[in-house]
């Protein structure tokens, strides 16, 4: 809802907080996604390398594969400011 | 949600996974059915009895090394087991671990009432219990049986073998006492598993499962052996066959209305699919390895069901403990000079 009486300048810098904003939800909440979702693939890795040391690369390479939805986030945020 | 999520409890579980894939496959138990003792215990010194192997290998010889080094392997194993799983799963691990307990207490008390020596009873001892190697050290250097259960006071064996000493040793048999301890172990059981812990629901399916199949085997065994009296002694509560229907069924002359008689009270549906299969009469110790595969067949199933709870760590732990009874039954086998076929058909595989 915009007001009315409101200033160009005052609607721009309100745009501006709600980009921030955004960019703040798509980063923090794709980083809790990604925690989720990597604190049970990190729990079963280091399970897997505790057994068998020649696997640890690959366990880190699959603790990792999450880290990929932060990065949605982050690419959405950036958009988000600077595009 | 809450266990099914927990971090501590997908570590536990994928370790025991990959402990699990590490067993000896079938082959390699075909393979060593050729074998002779001396080659069976190169084969498993080149897996995860190793260490044992390299360390008993100076003080044991022949079939006691492979005795020797597959009890020590079994109860370090269990110990790590118990070392690393969390919070409930420790404590059903635990109560379920309490099982050797009563097995090396009894392995004690036959081997003193028969006069064997303290080194050749350690042998067969497998400190995987409550009860430590120093404990089972205590038990062993007390010279009569009334002061090895004077020093269990205060353990949870200690009310029965209280009870049920006196009996045993004035008839020379520790049957019924062997009967009251299972029935108290399992009793515990259900006690600890329904006490509202979370994920007691599970164990408790197990541990009804591990009845049903204790005394489905009981009854194939008292009609092989035609014993008709006291068989509520023998009888397990907590499954679903009940007191009076174990008894009732244990009357039955006939094998096939025992056969029918048995499917009606069997409510677990893959033992009912066994029961289908023994139409005919078979030897007892061909029904006990079919009753463990099923058993083990059903355990897996809700393991992968349940993927992260108690199952998964009780499929390693029976899994592993078969591994140890099919090189033992080998080994001892090879020993007597039995014929691989026979050796072959009391292996759990």
Known sequence: ?83 | MGVSISAPYIYVCTRMRIRKAKLLPKEEYMRMLNMSISEITRVISETEYKQEIDELGNTFKGIDLLEVALSWNLAKEYQRILEITPGTLKQFTRAYLRYWDIQNVLTILRGKSQGEKTGKIKEVLVPAGGLDKVMLDRLLAEDSMDRIIEALKGRRLYPVLAREYPAAKETGSFARMENELYKQFYAELIADASGGISGGSQFLAFIRLDIDVKNILTLFRLRADKIQEDVKEMYIAGGTITAADFAALNTIQDYREFIDQLRVKVRTGPVLELLNDLETERPVYEIASLLVRVQMEQMEKLSKRNPFSIYPILVYLEKKKYEVFNLRALARGKESKLPSETIGKYLVM
């Open chain 1, 1 to 83: 809802m915009v007001d009315v009486n409101m200033t160009l300048e005052m609607v721009q810098a309100s745009q501006m907080g709600m980009k921030a904003l955004g960019a703040g939800l798509a980063v923090g909440l794709t980083g809790i996604g990604t925690g989720v979702a990597e604190m049970a693939i990190g729990s079963a890795a280091v399970g897997a390398t505790a057994e068998n040391k020649e696997i640890f690369g690959l366990a880190l390479l699959f603790t990792v594969i999450p880290e990929t939805i932060v990065i949605f986030g982050l690419v959405v945020g950036l958009l988000l400011l600077f595009v």
